[in-house]
C-alpha cells in the first residue's frame, strides 16, 4: 500500500491500533494471513501530544487518544490519502480523510474536533469547505467547554497523567514479584500499548499507567527474530548502588530470551521463526490498544510479569494463551504452565495436541515422537466387576453383552497410573511393596459393584521377559485402557464428567488410588494418549506425597505372611486340618475360581491359602458340557467375595472338603438348583452341612430338565448330561467352507454367529482412510492389521505372516504376505493395502477353524493324487453356497496355538451337505482320492461303526480302479486291518 498509489483514490480497512489522538493504523481488507497496513494522521486536526513512557503528556492528551481509540478500534473505515510534501529531515506523513464505514455523516476529523479532543491545524493555503466545517466545530466546541476547551479550573493540570517510572529494561521502583504475589488471583484492567511477540505484550496497568511487561503464562509463541549476541549472554554485574548495598553477585541463572531482551543486553537482528510474524499479528489484532484483563502469577527479577490475558471478542471473554495454542500459533511450557490452575493447563495442553494432530501453522512438518498406543472411541459401556487381577487391571462384565458370551467379561487396564506389581513366583518376579494393598482396596471397593468405564486408548505391549531385551520374543498383544468410575451407592455421590460429553456418575478409581499412594501417575511423552483425567491424576499424586500416603510414606511397609497351602505336600495340608476345624465357620476370600465346585481360597485368620471343593456337589469337568458356564457362575457369584467356609475334611491330594455360604446362602444349592451340578450323597449326607437343601436343589433342577438334566428320564442314570441308554452326543456346527488347503483340510466358519454378523458389520462402517506414511505403521510378523483382498477389494482382518526384508517396508509396493483370520486364505498384498487395526476388533478371536474329515486319509498336494484331491474337495464344498453340518469326532490340540494358516487346533469332522445328505468323506473315497484311516477303527463302537459304513464306497473305488486305486490296492505294510495286538508286560 504505497502512498504514490493509493492517493486520490478511496480505500477500505480496519483500524488496527490508535497510537495517539490523531494517527490511525490501518490494515487492508486482503484475505491473506498477514495484510498489508499503513499509518496514516487525520486530515487538518492536531491531538495534544503522548508521553513516551516516563515522559510528561500535553494536558488531554490522554483523554484524546481514548476518544478516538474507543471510537475506532477494530472498527472498519473508509479513508483517502492526500499528497504531503515531505519534512526538512526527508521524513514525509500520510494524511488522509478518514469515514467510519463509509458513511459521510461519520467523518473521524470532525467527531474528533465536535467533541474538542483536537484542534484545526492553520491553513497555509487556501481553506476548502471541509476545513471551515472543522473551523465551525472547533467554535462550537469552545463556546461549550468540551474536550481540551474545558472551562474548570484546573482541568488542563489534572488530565495531565503521572506516569511512574517504566518498569522495563531495568530497575525502577516497580516490584513485579510482589505485584503479582499481592494481586495473585485479581483480575487487573490494562491497555495494550505494543505486541512484542505473541506470548509477549507491553501494557499500561490501570489507573496507575504502570508500564510493564507481561509474559502470557503457559505458552510461547514463535520468536520475532531478536536474539542476544553470543559475547553479551551473561549476568550484570552486581554493583554497590543495588538495593540494601549489596555486593554478592546472585547465582548465574540462564535466561529466556525475553528476559536478556528485556535486560538490555546487546541484540542483533535476525529473521523471525516459522509464524512469529502470523503469531504476533494474532495477538494485535485482538488485544493492541484494547482493554484486557490481566491475571497475575508470578514476576520475574527484570520486573517482568507472567500471568493469564484475557480479551472481549464479540462480547464472549477469551483466554489469549489458548486461542493461540488452539490455532498453532504457541507451544505450551512447563515452567509457566505450572502455575495455572488444572483447568486453564488441561485445555491449553488439549488445544496444542489438537494442533499438533491437525497440523495446524506452526506445527505443519510436526512429526509425532514414536509411541505404541492408540486412541480408542466409542467404547464406553457400564457393568459390575467380576475380578480384580491388580491395583491397575478389572475385569468387568459388560451389562450389553449376554452371559455366557465369549465377550461378556472385559479386561480394562487403568489409564495413566501404575501401580506396583503383584510379582509372579513361578518366573521368579517378586512382589512389590504396597501391590497387595493397592489390590486388596479395589476388591473391598468394587467386586460386585456397578461402574461406569470409559475406554481411552490401547498400547501395544511386549509378550516376554521385558528385563532382557535380547530374550523378547518378536510378538505382542494389545492392552486396553480406560477410567472407570464407581457408581454411587446413593444421589449424593457426585458426578464426574466423561471423555466423551457424557456425565458418568460416580469416583474416578485411579484418583482413589493415587491419593492414598497405592498408584502413581505414569511420565507419559508429548504426544502419547493418556487418561482424559490425566490433571486430576497429577494433582492427587501431589496431594499423597505431601500427606506421606501409601508408598510415599517414610515408615517400612506392611508386612505380609501367607502360607500358600495349594503347593504344599498332602502331609503337611492335614496338619492344617485341626486349625480350620477347631472354628465351626471362618471368613475366607475366595481368591480363585479352579472349576464350578472346586476353588482357591484365602483364609486371613489363620494366614494361609487352601484348595477348597464342595462336599457332595460335583460340576462337569473341563470340556464336558456345561463346565464353561458353571465356571462363568462362579466367577460372576464369588469370586474375590467375602465367604464362609466350615471345613470336614481334607483328601488325599490335599483339597480341603467342605461346606462355602455367600451373603447366607449355601453356593453348592447355588450350582444345583442351575442344573450345573450333581449331588453326590456317597460324601456322607449326615456330615454335609444343609444336605436337605443340596437334595431340594438337585431335584428341582431335575424336574425343569435344566442343564446337565436336559435328557434327563426319571429312573435312568445321567452320565455327563445324557442318559446311559443313549449315544453320547457329539457337538454340531452348521458351517459354510471358507478354504481348502491340502491333506484334507479347510477353513469352516460358523453359520448364524452373531460374532461374525458383528464382525462384518464393524468392518464395513469403518473409515479406512488413506494409505498410511511411510514409517507410521511397521507392522510386524504376528501382528493383527486389516489387509485389502485382492478379489473383491473388500477390507479383513489378517494376520502377517511375512515382511519384506529387513523388517520395515521402504516403499508402498513392498510386499507382506498375510493370513486372513476369519476365512483361512492367505495373500501377498502390498504395504499401501494395509491399514491399523482398530482396537475394537481387535481382541475377537479369529471367526475362521481349521478342520479337517474324520476317518479319512487324503494325499498331500506333494503326494500322487493330492492335487486332485483338493481340486476336487474344492468342488464339493465351495462351488455350493449350501452351509454343511460339521460332526465334530475329535480335536487335534497338537498344534499348537494358531500362529497362520493351516496350524493351530484341528476339528476331526464329519462334513454332511444340509441339503442333499451326502457325507463327504464319502464321496472322496468313492472318487478314489482318499481312503480309510484303519488305525484307530477298534477305538470305539461308535468308529468302528462309522468305518464300515464308509468302508463300501473305498471298495466301491477299488473295484472300478478310480483315481488312487487305477493300479491296485496301495495300502502300506503298517495299516493293518486287524485291530492291533496287545504287547505282553515286561517282567522286572
Known amino acids: 500500500m504505497a502512498a504514490a498509489a493509493t492517493q486520490g483514490r478511496w480505500l477500505r480497512g480496519k483500524v488496527k491500533a490508535v497510537p495517539s489522538g490523531d494517527t490511525l493504523v490501518i490494515m487492508g481488507m486482503a484475505k491473506a494471513e498477514i495484510p498489508p497496513e499503513k499509518m496514516v494522521t487525520l486530515a487538518s486536526v492536531i491531538a495534544p501530544r503522548l508521553a513516551r513512557r516516563d515522559g510528561v503528556d500535553e494536558p488531554f492528551a490522554w483523554e484524546s487518544r481514548e476518544f478516538l481509540r474507543k471510537l475506532c478500534i477494530g472498527k472498519e473505515v473508509t479513508f483517502l490519502t492526500h499528497a504531503t510534501p515531505p519534512t526538512q529531515s526527508g521524513m514525509s ?288 459401556f457400564t457393568g459390575k466387576v467380576v475380578e480384580v487381577v491388580s491395583g491397575d487391571c478389572i475385569i468387568v462384565a459388560d451389562d450389553a453383552v449376554p452371559f455366557g458370551s465369549p465377550l461378556a467379561e ?86 464426574v464428567p466423561s471423555a466423551n460429553g457424557g456425565q458418568p456418575a460416580g469416583s474416578n478409581v485411579a484418583e482413589m488410588l493415587v491419593v492414598r499412594g497405592l498408584a502413581e501417575a505414569v511420565k507419559h511423552r508429548d504426544f502419547e494418549e493418556r487418561s482424559s483425567y490425566y490433571d486430576a491424576l497429577l494433582a492427587a499424586e501431589s496431594k499423597a506425597i505431601a500427606n506421606r500416603k501409601g508408598k510415599h510414606s517414610a515408615g517400612d511397609p506392611p508386612a505380609h505372611h501367607i502360607q500358600d497351602l495349594t503347593t504344599a505336600s498332602a502331609k503337611k495340608t492335614k496338619d492344617f486340618l485341626p486349625f480350620l476345624q477347631r472354628s465351626r465357620r471362618l471368613s475366607a476370600v475366595v481368591d480363585y475360581v479352579l472349576s464350578g465346585h472346586r476353588f482357591k481360597l484365602v483364609i486371613p485368620k489363620e494366614t494361609c491359602s487352601i484348595a477348597f471343593s464342595l462336599s457332595g456337589v460335583r460340576c462337569p469337568g473341563r470340556g ?216 475394537a476388533v481387535h481382541s475377537v478371536p479369529g471367526l475362521a477353524q481349521l478342520a479337517s474329515l474324520a476317518f479319512v486319509k487324503v494325499p498331500s498336494l506333494e503326494e500322487d493324487y493330492g492335487q486332485e484331491a483338493a481340486e476336487y474337495l474344492s468342488e464339493l464344498t465351495l462351488s455350493s453356497s449350501q452351509p454343511f453340518n460339521a460332526v465334530i469326532e475329535e480335536r487335534d490340540t497338537s498344534g499348537g496355538k494358531a500362529k497362520g494358516q493351516g496350524t493351530g487346533t484341528v476339528l476331526l469332522v464329519s462334513l454332511v451337505d444340509e441339503e442333499s445328505s451326502s457325507n463327504v468323506s464319502a464321496a472322496m473315497l468313492k472318487a478314489g482320492l482318499a481312503r480309510l484311516e484303519k488305525r484307530r477303527r477298534w477305538d470305539t463302537k461308535e468308529r468302528k461303526a462309522a468305518f464300515d459304513e464308509l468302508e463300501e464306497y473305498q471298495q466301491e473305488a477299488k473295484t472300478k480302479r478310480s483315481g488312487m486305486w487305477q493300479y491296485g490296492d496301495i495300502q502300506s505294510d503298517d495299516e493293518d486291518s486287524a485291530p492291533p495286538t496287545r504287547k505282553p508286560a515286561v517282567k522286572r
Open 93 to 380: 506523513r500520510e494524511f488522509a480523510t478518514v469515514l467510519l464505514g463509509g458513511s459521510t455523516t461519520q467523518n473521524v476529523s470532525k467527531l474528533v474536533v465536535a467533541n474538542g479532543w483536537a484542534k484545526v491545524k492553520e491553513q497555509k493555503s487556501e481553506s476548502n469547505e471541509d476545513v471551515a466545517e472543522l473551523l465551525r466545530l472547533e467554535e462550537q466546541a469552545k463556546e461549550q467547554g468540551l474536550g481540551k476547551w474545558s472551562k474548570v479550573p484546573g482541568a488542563p493540570e489534572a488530565s495531565i497523567r503521572n506516569l511512574p517510572p517504566s518498569a522495563i529494561g531495568g530497575y525502577s521502583g516497580f516490584d513485579a514479584l510482589d505485584f503479582a504475589t499481592s494481586n495473585k488471583g485479581r483480575s487487573i484492567q490494562a491497555i495494550v500499548e505494543q505486541v512484542r511477540d505473541g506470548s509477549a505484550l507491553r501494557v499500561y496497568l490501570l489507573p496507575e499507567f504502570q508500564f510493564v511487561q507481561v509474559f502470557v503464562a503457559g505458552i510461547q509463541s514463535p520468536s520475532m527474530g531478536r536474539r542476544a549476541a553470543p559475547e553479551n549472554i551473561t549476568e550484570p554485574e552486581v554493583s554497590a548502588d543495588r538495593p540494601n548495598g549489596e555486593s554478592k553477585a546472585e547465582p548465574r541463572v540462564e535466561l529466556t530470551s525475553a528476559q536478556k531482551v528485556a535486560s538490555g543486553q546487546t541484540m542483533i537482528e535476525v529473521a523471525p521463526d516459522p509464524f512469529g510474524r502470523e503469531a504476533k499479528h494474532f495477538t494485535e489484532m485482538r488485544t493492541l490498544h484494547r482493554d484486557v484483563r490481566i491475571l497475575p502469577e508470578t514476576g520475574d527479577r527484570f520486573n517482568n510479569l507472567t500471568g493469564s490475558i484475557y480479551y472481549d471478542e464479540a462480547g464472549e471473554v477469551k483466554n489469549l494463551a489458548l486461542e493461540l495454542a488452539k490455532n498453532g500459533l504457541a507451544k505450551y511450557v512447563e515452567w509457566s504452565g505450572k502455575l495455572l490452575d488444572d483447568k486453564d493447563k488441561k485445555e491449553i495442553k488439549s488445544a496444542e495436541l489438537e494442533a499438533k494432530k491437525n497440523r495446524i501453522r506452526m506445527w505443519t512438518n510436526y512429526v509425532p515422537p514414536a509411541t505404541n498406543s492408540k486412541p480408542i472411541h466409542d467404547q464406553n
Open 410 to 495: 472385559r479386561r480394562v487396564n487403568l489409564s495413566s497410573i501404575r501401580c506396583p506389581k503383584m510379582g509372579n513366583p513361578r518366573t521368579g518376579d517378586g512382589r512389590e511393596n504396597y501391590a497387595r494393598e493397592a489390590k486388596e482396596f479395589l476388591r473391598q471397593k468394587l467386586i460386585g459393584r456397578q461402574v461406569n468405564v470409559c475406554m481411552e486408548y490401547s498400547r501395544k505391549v511386549p509378550v516376554g521377559d521385558s528385563t532382557n531385551p535380547a530374550a523378547m520374543p518378536a510378538e505382542s498383544r494389545v492392552i486396553d485402557f480406560g477410567s472407570v468410575f464407581l457408581a454411587p451407592q446413593s444421589k449424593g455421590e457426585g458426578v
Open 624 to 839: 464336558e458340557p456345561y463346565s464353561e458356564e458353571a465356571i462363568a457362575l462362579m466367577r460372576r457369584r464369588i469370586l474375590q467375595r467375602d465367604v464362609e467356609i466350615e471345613v470336614e475334611t481334607v483328601d488325599r491330594n490335599g483339597t480341603f472338603l467342605g461346606s462355602l455360604w455367600e451373603s447366607r446362602t449355601n453356593i453348592g444349592v447355588v450350582l444345583l438348583q442351575a442344573g450345573l451340578a450333581k449331588f453326590q450323597a456317597s460324601f456322607g449326607a449326615d456330615r454335609i452341612a444343609d444336605s436337605h437343601l443340596l437334595a431340594q436343589a438337585e431335584e428341582s433342577a431335575k424336574r425343569q430338565k435344566l442343564k446337565i438334566w436336559e435328557n434327563y428320564v426319571e429312573g435312568q442314570e445321567i452320565v455327563n448330561g445324557s442318559s446311559a441308554t443313549e449315544t453320547r452326543k457329539k457337538e454340531v456346527l452348521k458351517v459354510v467352507v471358507t478354504e481348502v488347503l491340502g491333506g484334507g483340510k479347510f477353513y469352516v466358519q460358523s453359520v448364524g454367529d452373531k460374532m461374525v454378523a458383528s464382525i462384518q458389520q464393524q468392518l464395513a462402517s469403518l473409515d479406512i482412510g488413506e494409505a498410511p506414511v511411510l514409517g507410521s505403521f511397521n507392522p510386524k510378523k504376528g501382528d493383527l492389521v486389516l489387509a485389502q483382498f485382492s478379489a473383491d477389494n473388500s477390507w479383513n482382518r489378517a494376520m502377517i505372516v511375512n515382511v519384506p526384508r529387513g523388517g520395515i517396508a521402504q516403499s508402498p509396493n513392498d510386499e507382506f504376505e498375510v493370513f486372513y483370520i476369519d476365512y483361512g486364505n492367505q495373500e501377498i498384498v502390498p504395504y499401501n493395502r494395509l491399514r491399523l487395526l482398530p482396537p
